[in-house]
């Protein structure tokens, strides 16, 4: 389903009783909502309703040729959330998912139940731009794909094992990240150079747990342990032999972890 959104289509699905609180749901740079299709049947078995959203130039979602802050990302979760009339959710998110989610409980507090913030960091990394974006934004404008970028990043995102358990979803998330536009990857990317909320992080009020996989080399342990000790109250989980993505890799562990977090924020 299409939502327009200041003149842009923005994708999204929503499943569930639409009396049950809701749980939004926000993915990776690359990524789209399928990322969560393992916590789906869990939620909705639990009586939550579900809603998750493909990022401007991710998934079926538009681009729009102009770079964004992760303030316009957090307003376009906003803006769904006024289509679907909507007022408050659970906000789940990874990676720049989890950077959207901690705007959204900055600029957003009246909306957010609570906060479940996933492989994520309160800022950029400095010298990101000259390490990490430029030469891949090269490599992609070189190719007219992103897919040059996809082997490393589903190398940091899931371990060996999980792509010889699991070909197929391996192969399918593969695909995803090699069909995300240039415009919607360099725009994600530009949002999360440019990020820093270190200084705001003590002014949410939204109940916030922060999860890390242990071998997360994107957004490393630190980073997510320096979220949790900012937002006063927050709680921290860490998870082992994981990277980037455990929701995907361990989604028996991942959904309990979720439904107990949700379960203990009604």
Not at 108 to 113: F, K, W
Not at 224 to 237: D, F, Q, S, W
Request: proline share 7%; hydrophobic share 40%; with cysteine.
């Amino acid at each position: 389903m299409l939502a327009n959104i200041d003149g842009r289509n923005l994708r999204y699905d929503i499943l569930g009783d639409e009396t049950a609180p809701v749980v939004c749901m926000a993915h990776c740079l690359s990524f789209d909502s399928g990322v969560w299709a393992e916590q789906v049947p869990p939620l909705l078995a639990a009586g939550w309703r579900v809603l998750r959203l493909d990022m401007r130039g991710h998934g079926g979602s538009e681009a729009g040729p102009e770079a964004c802050t992760m303030s316009v990302l957090a307003q376009d979760v906003a803006g769904v959330l006024d289509f679907l009339d909507i007022p408050r959710v659970h906000f789940v998110g990874v990676s720049i998912g989890g950077m959207i989610g901690q705007v959204f409980g900055i600029e957003h507090a009246d909306r957010a139940l609570s906060l479940m913030l996933c492989g994520t960091a309160p800022k950029a990394l400095e010298g990101g731009m000259e390490v990490l974006w430029q030469p891949g934004f090269e490599a992609i404008a070189a190719a007219g794909s992103v897919e040059p970028l996809a082997d490393a990043t589903m190398e940091r995102s899931l371990t060996e094992a999980f792509r010889e358990q699991r070909p197929e979803r391996w192969r399918q998330i593969h695909q995803t990240i090699c069909r995300t536009s240039l415009e919607g990857y360099r725009a994600g990317a530009l949002a999360i150079d440019a990020f820093d909320v270190l200084e705001q992080l003590p002014s949410i009020t939204a109940p916030t747990l922060v999860l890390c996989g242990d071998g997360d080399t994107g957004t490393p342990p630190p980073g997510n342990r320096r979220i949790a000790e900012l937002i006063p109250g927050a709680h921290y989980v860490e998870v082992e032999n994981a990277r980037h993505t455990p929701m995907v890799e361990y989604p028996g562990l991942f959904s309990g972890i979720l439904l107990d977090w949700l379960k203990s924020n009604p």
